[in-house]
């Protein structure tokens, strides 16, 4: 904790400092999102005799910023945690299990005409999120410690990115978790070639070790292309990406992620459909077989494979085959302030291989999400969401007494800017 209060007032300095000395903007702003959640089925399917789980979760976040022509800081501590989630209780008052980290702690300088340059702890979102994204439906999200260079010539927007990562400060050796990323560097490249179509090109290099304890790199390696198009009512967008290079064991790449949707617009309605593909493999690899499945590394999950999350760890949670997913959805805007959505997804596995049953199908799930805006700086949030397995489900998830799997949730979130000051020209 005195870590975090060094670091705290450093910064606090620095962006004062900054704002007595250069024309620009110190502001702070403040979030705060409880969410009540009743599981039962959540992220894996419900078992006959299992008691729901009822919680309340709550992000607090501050963002301290300063920005200017030449400079942007932003550094964004938070807390998330259960409600009464207290260790335990002594004599000198209540414990607590420590919650709190720091989301953003970087520095952006303007180093040319068009260019820029940011460091240190920063979220990284590109394009839908498929890839690199910042995971917020999680209440810690997520962010990366790394350096992005980031050029702006005529028509295009060109970032440039690469981390190192260590979990503590070595005097030899470069183990890091098997589980996470310890090298990731990544090209995006974004053009507007109308008014009605934006399309992108990213690159990504990904290493991880093989183990906890190794030192040496396997490089996943992952290029494709996003696209959308909005023409009046329309919009439609798309992506593919092709991952190749070695696994985290040292297997040979070739794996597939390609999606697309399609929506039109009239009125207060919006109607739209889409599919969703992640290779997979017909039989387990090992040193002398190619891996087909796809890894989304960063990305996120919740936006894009149902809100039960009963798929974000796909190895595990398709048992190696992949995921196909086929929906349909209605968004109905009932005023300025309130709207209605519900999504119908359909599941399936990509491949099946002796770790599945020989039928794809997985089951559908049904999300219904009510939101309502009653302020420029708070909303309220509902939803419920089931899922109806089939018997490849359940036996991918080992739950074969099963009983009805469904899922509700209700948050609130309130932004608001609490503090702006523009500095005069000295």
């Known amino acids: 904790m005195k870590q975090f209060h060094g670091i705290f007032f450093t910064l606090l300095i620095c962006m004062l400092s900054a704002f007595n000395q250069v024309n620009g903007q110190f502001f702070v702003d403040t979030q705060l999102r409880n969410r009540l959640e009743l599981r039962d089925g959540y992220q894996k399917l419900a078992t006959k005799g299992q008691q729901p789980a009822l919680l309340v979760s709550q992000r607090t976040r501050m963002t301290f910023g300063f920005d200017s022509d030449l400079l942007k800081i932003r550094f964004t501590p938070q807390d998330v945690r259960i409600w009464g989630d207290q260790?335990?209780?002594?004599?000198?008052?209540?414990?607590?299990?420590?919650?709190?980290?720091?989301?953003?702690?970087?520095?952006?300088?303007?180093?040319?005409?068009?260019?820029?340059?940011?460091?240190?702890?920063?979220?990284?979102?590109?394009?839908?999120?498929?890839?690199?994204?910042?995971?917020?439906?999680?209440?810690?999200s997520i962010s990366y410690d790394a350096v992005v260079f980031k050029l702006k010539p005529k028509g295009w927007n060109i970032n440039a990115g690469a981390s190192w990562n260590t979990l503590v400060d070595a005097l030899r050796e470069n183990p890091?978790?098997?589980?996470?990323?310890?090298?990731?560097?990544f090209l995006w490249v974004n053009r507007e070639i109308n008014n009605h179509f934006k399309l992108s090109?990213?690159?990504?290099?990904?290493?991880?070790?093989?183990?906890?304890?190794?030192?040496?790199?396997?490089?996943?390696?992952?290029?494709?292309?996003?696209?959308?198009?909005?023409?009046?009512?329309?919009?439609?967008?798309?992506?593919?990406?092709?991952?190749?290079?070695?696994?985290?064991?040292?297997?040979?790449?070739?794996?597939?992620?390609?999606?697309?949707?399609?929506?039109?617009?009239?009125?207060?309605?919006?109607?739209?459909?889409?599919?969703?593909?992640?290779?997979?493999?017909?039989?387990?690899?090992?040193?002398?077989?190619?891996?087909?499945?796809?890894?989304?590394?960063?990305?996120?999950?919740?936006?894009?494979?149902?809100?039960?999350?009963?798929?974000?760890?796909?190895?595990?949670?398709?048992?190696?085959?992949?995921?196909?997913?086929?929906?349909?959805?209605?968004?109905?805007?009932?005023?300025?302030?309130?709207?209605?959505?519900?999504?119908?997804?359909?599941?399936?596995?990509?491949?099946?291989?002796?770790?599945?049953?020989?039928?794809?199908?997985?089951?559908i799930e049904n999300d219904l999400l009510l939101r309502y805006r009653f302020s420029t700086w708070g909303n309220l949030e509902g939803g419920y969401s089931f899922m109806l397995p089939t018997e490849t489900l359940k036996a991918v998830q080992n739950v074969p007494d099963n009983k009805f799997s469904q899922f509700f949730y209700l948050q609130l979130t309130l932004s608001t800017e609490i503090f702006r000051q523009t500095a005069s020209p000295l």
Not at 176 to 185: A, E, G, M, Q
Not at 229 to 247: C, D, E, F, I, V
């Open 201 to 363: 090109l990213m690159h990504i290099s990904s290493g991880v070790t093989k183990t906890d304890t190794t030192n040496a790199l396997n490089f996943r390696h992952t290029t494709g292309f996003y696209g959308i198009y909005k023409n009046k009512g329309l919009t439609a967008w798309g992506s593919g990406y092709y991952q190749y290079g070695k696994n985290q064991n040292g297997n040979n790449l070739s794996a597939l992620l390609f999606d697309a949707d399609i929506s039109y617009s009239k009125g207060k309605l919006t109607a739209g459909a889409g599919i969703g593909y992640l290779s997979g493999n017909s039989s387990i690899p090992d040193n002398d077989n190619t891996d087909n499945l796809f890894d989304p590394l960063y990305g996120n999950r919740h936006a894009f494979f149902g809100n039960m999350d009963y798929f974000s760890n796909f190895p595990a949670h398709t048992k190696q085959g992949g995921l196909a997913d086929y929906y349909l959805y209605l968004d109905y805007k009932i005023s300025k302030s309130i709207g209605v959505k519900n999504i119908c997804h359909y599941f399936t596995l990509s491949k099946t291989n002796p770790n599945t049953p020989t039928d794809k199908a997985l089951g």
């Open 87 to 140: 260790a335990k209780m002594s004599a000198t008052g209540p414990g607590d299990n420590p919650s709190l980290d720091i989301l953003e702690a970087y520095a952006e300088l303007k180093l040319g005409k068009n260019i820029w340059v940011s460091t240190g702890r920063q979220q990284l979102v590109y394009d839908h999120k498929r890839l690199l994204g910042d995971r917020n439906w999680n209440q810690n």
């Open 176 to 185: 890091y978790p098997k589980s996470r990323i310890k090298s990731l560097n």
